[in-house]
């Protein structure tokens, strides 16, 4: 039904950037928001950021300031621009799109990894 394709993962050293795509795909699925979720080794799953269709966005408190998530809605995709990379960002990042009636999907993840 829908699809959800990552990319732009890797390897970064602490300060840098990276930015992360997901392109959603899939038909008569209209979604309403977008978020990022990232998981490190013996962590929960915690949300990141999220975009709503009309642009409304929310972050973790750990990320404000550095990281930027924006969508293209005609493309159904989001976008996250990490800035000022810390160890602590270290995780398997998530793109997430949800749905009417409570529907949500996942991308398969996608590995950041901040180390000198």
């Known amino acids: 039904q829908v699809q959800l394709v990552e990319s732009g993962g890797g390897l970064v050293q602490p300060g840098g950037s990276l930015r992360l795509s997901c392109a959603a795909s899939g038909s008569g699925v209209s979604i309403l928001a977008m978020g990022w979720y990232r998981q490190a080794p013996g962590k929960e799953r915690d949300l990141v950021a999220s975009?709503?269709?009309?642009?409304?966005?929310n972050y973790a408190d750990a990320v404000k300031g550095r990281f930027i998530i924006s969508s293209n809605n005609a493309k159904n995709t989001v976008y996250l621009q990490m800035n000022s990379l810390k160890p602590e960002d270290t995780a398997v990042y998530y793109c997430n799109a949800e749905g009417w009636a409570n529907r949500d999907w996942w991308g398969q993840g996608t590995q950041v990894t901040v180390s000198s």
């Open positions: 975009i709503t269709k009309r642009g409304t966005t």
